[in-house]
């Protein structure tokens, strides 16, 4: 009998996952142990069966867990949780009666919790960073508290935090650290300021980086940041730090312990990055506007204020040579003008107000900011100072006026308030696309479920497929939302660009029309690229409709391909991605309106247009920034009024031939399925339908609305399951991390 029973405890126990059972006697001896979290512990059977606790645990976790091992031996069951290397388990310990209910010994079950701790900590963690990161005042501050953050809940011996400056095309060491076997403490930086290369380079190109190594070749040999240290780093991860549309800066821990990260430490410190990454670039811009203003300080003693004479009907009198070259006028051009030529016309009204005041000597002087026109049309913004010269009897006779540029503080400031409101407006349309994607695919589900069980002349099915025609359209505008906002899911491969152009010929003729030349332009020897086939074709689409919208009375519109060099590409926007290395490029051009600089501060906003009612979702541009940017590109446009609009498109040049297409498919005929599957969703409208689909392919479907019940679930299952089928992106684990956790118990999943 107790061979029987020693014989079901063995079998139970086996299939155990993520953990092991232990069975001790009186005497604190192993009698059993099983579980399929037996090696990731360090033990095998052999190691534990017939030897106390006292000969396989390390003292200080005999000293921790004996108390419990005599409790359950008086009766007394506990459960606790303990170290054991680098994971965390919970422990049950409870007592085992013999035939007669005598306590002959005890069990342990001992569960592997380190997960599901992590994710709790990673939450907490991030719940706190956003108000201690809401307290710091420089980029530096911070990088502390990021890498503090990174310390508690990944663990580092160094680590590195740099700023990406795209104005400059450089990046800054703002923070390097070093444990030297003891607490971290600050360390030289390799550099101060200079153009990003070897992995800096790669990261800011490719994205996160995990590195585990034995032995490391030179650092120089992959541009690696030495911490102050001469040891090689064993395992490394490099992150970029994105703030919306992006790279603020790039993050990096190093140990020197071979293998000490995985997979899911780099996907936890990209999520820290990514928490961090706005409030990093606020402060970046913020110290940039406090050391533009600190110099502007410092140089307005010594620096020439330009002063002028305007007369009572606003005639320049008397121009410095500074202000003509200021406004690119020669001196007896602007003599010839009125002030209210060379203004803004949204800032003439205004200035003329503040003169009648001083004419009417209802005022001393005024100052104010205003813009003027040079004479190539560009705004420039100065601050000015007026007051008014009178006469000895009080008549006024012209107006004194200090002006002084501050169009470089403005464009920080404009770029300040572009950054966080393009952030905002992504963060908001990705949230909504998100959330509503869910409801709209158990709807099209749905539909489509319903359409295969009528007959072809059920009366409903026009009206189901009316259902399912309207959800397809909600769907597109929910995948141009998520493209907009980088959260859409790309499968980037090598391409030509010239293929694709090629290939979308025939249908673009088709959609520009008759009255529109389509010229295609190129390059034979073009470099390939690494991207999403599809996203390409959506975003050189979305660029000919733009075109074509543009030229109403007809025209030419060229798609036109190239290879350029990053320090080819003319200067643009500060907020754009890097431009580094060999790059391709694809450029619409049209001869059409063109645009002015109101549409073009615009653009790329969501829901913005120019075109007529019912004319368009304003999402067309938005999308196409949006796939250009997850795409690790940048997109230029070059335009002036009623000459036509360029927009260019610049990738990263790879090497290598392009890619065939995947030839994955659905097979309605295929044989019904007979294998178990667990399906994880935290949207239960989703969860039911893919329950629904596959248990009507004869699948056995197990469900769960969160990583931590499926981790119960199969915990508890003893039957085998076959597949995992599971949300990316859910509170608390996330589904590679689930995945991850349960391929552990599971090999044969």
């Known amino acids: 009998m107790a061979r029987d029973s020693d014989r079901l405890y063995r079998d139970i126990a086996r299939n155990f996952p993520n953990g092991a059972v232990l069975l001790f006697d009186r005497e604190l001896r192993i009698t059993l142990a099983e579980g399929q979290g037996l090696a990731a512990a360090g033990f095998t059977r052999t190691d534990l069966e017939g030897k106390t606790v006292h000969e396989v645990l390390p003292p200080l976790s005999v000293a921790l867990l004996e108390p419990a091992y005599r409790a359950a031996l008086e009766g007394r069951p506990s459960t606790l949780e303990a170290p054991y290397r680098d994971r965390l388990y919970s422990i049950q310990f409870t007592p085992v009666l013999d035939e007669e209910g005598a306590i002959a010994g005890g069990m342990v079950v001992a569960q592997d919790v380190t997960p599901q701790k992590r994710a709790e900590r990673v939450r907490v963690a991030f719940s706190e960073l956003g108000m201690r990161l809401s307290a710091a005042r420089t980029p530096e501050g911070a990088a502390r508290i990021i890498v503090q953050a990174a310390q508690d809940l990944i663990g580092w011996d160094s680590c590195s935090v740099d700023l990406y400056l795209p104005e400059r095309g450089t990046v800054q060491a703002i923070l390097s650290m070093d444990s030297f076997d003891g607490p971290p403490v600050d360390v030289p930086h ?30 120089a040999a992959e541009g690696l940041i030495p911490f102050g240290s001469d040891r090689p780093s064993a395992s490394l991860m490099f992150v970029p730090v994105r703030h919306g549309e992006r790279v603020a800066g790039i993050l990096s821990i190093q140990s020197y312990t071979p293998n000490a990260y995985t997979r899911g430490d780099l996907a936890t410190l990209q999520a820290l990055a990514d928490h961090c990454g706005g409030a990093l670039e606020r402060l970046r811009v913020e110290e940039a506007l406090r050391e533009s203003q600190a110099q502007l300080a410092r140089t307005e003693a010594f620096s020439l204020v330009m002063a002028a004479h305007l007369g009572l009907d606003g005639r320049w009198l008397k121009v410095p040579p500074t202000l003509c070259r200021f406004l690119g006028y020669s001196e007896q051009e602007l003599l010839a003008l009125r002030e209210r030529d060379v203004s803004h016309p949204d800032d003439v009204e205004n200035d003329l107000r503040q003169q009648i005041r001083l004419a009417q000597n209802e005022a001393r002087s005024y100052d104010l900011e205003k813009r ?159 991207a999403d086939a599809g996203q390409l074709e959506q975003v050189i689409t979305n660029l000919a409709v733009n075109a074509r919208d543009a030229m109403p009375q007809g025209g030419t519109l060229t798609l036109r391909t190239a290879n350029v060099a990053a320090e080819d590409v003319p200067a643009g926007d500060p907020e754009a991605p890097p431009l580094l290395g060999p790059l391709v490029v694809v450029s619409v051009a049209d001869t059409g309106t063109g645009m002015d600089e109101r549409t073009q501060a615009r653009l790329f906003e969501p829901f913005f247009t120019t075109k007529e009612l019912g004319r368009g979702t304003g999402l067309g541009l938005a999308t196409v920034y949006g796939i250009v940017r997850q795409s690790g590109g940048h997109i230029r446009v070059r335009t002036q009024l009623h000459q036509g609009s360029t927009f260019s498109v610049y990738l990263p040049r790879v090497e290598g031939a392009a890619g065939g297409e995947s030839e994955i498919g659905a097979d309605a005929d295929a044989a019904p399925g007979t294998e178990t599957v667990l399906v994880v969703e935290d949207e239960e409208a989703v969860r039911a339908l893919a329950r629904r689909v596959l248990a009507s392919r004869g699948y056995r479907v197990l469900e769960a609305g969160s990583a931590a019940d499926a981790l119960t679930l199969a915990a508890e299952a003893r039957e085998p399951i076959d597949l995992l089928l599971t949300d990316v992106v859910m509170p608390g684990m996330g589904g590679p991390a689930l995945a991850e956790r349960l391929a552990r118990g599971r090999p044969g999943l």
């Open 190 to 219: 390799a550099y101060l300021e200079g153009p990003p290369g070897g992995m800096t380079l790669k990261v800011l190109q490719h994205g996160a980086q995990l590195i585990l190594r034995e032995g490391a070749p030179p650092r």
């Open 372 to 530: 003027y026109l040079r004479r190539d049309g560009t705004a420039a913004w100065t601050y000015l100072n007026c007051s008014i010269v009178q006469d000895t009897a009080g008549r006024p006779l012209y107006f004194l006026a200090y002006l002084r540029d501050i169009t470089d503080r403005k464009s920080l400031e404009d770029q300040l308030r572009q950054a966080q409101k393009m952030e905002a407006v992504g963060q908001l349309a990705g949230g909504i696309a998100h959330d509503f994607n869910n409801l709209l695919t158990a709807i099209i589900g749905n539909a489509e479920m319903l359409l295969a069980e009528m007959g072809s002349l059920d009366p409903r099915r026009m009206d189901v497929s009316e259902i399912n025609r309207a959800a397809h359209r909600a769907a597109t505008l929910t995948r141009q939302l998520l493209a907009f906002s980088r959260k859409q899911v790309l499968q980037p491969r090598i391409v030509s660009l010239n293929e694709i152009v090629a290939d979308l010929s025939a249908m673009l003729r088709r959609i520009i029309g008759e009255d529109i030349e389509l010229r295609l332009d190129l390059d034979a020897d073009l470099g390939q690229v690494l």
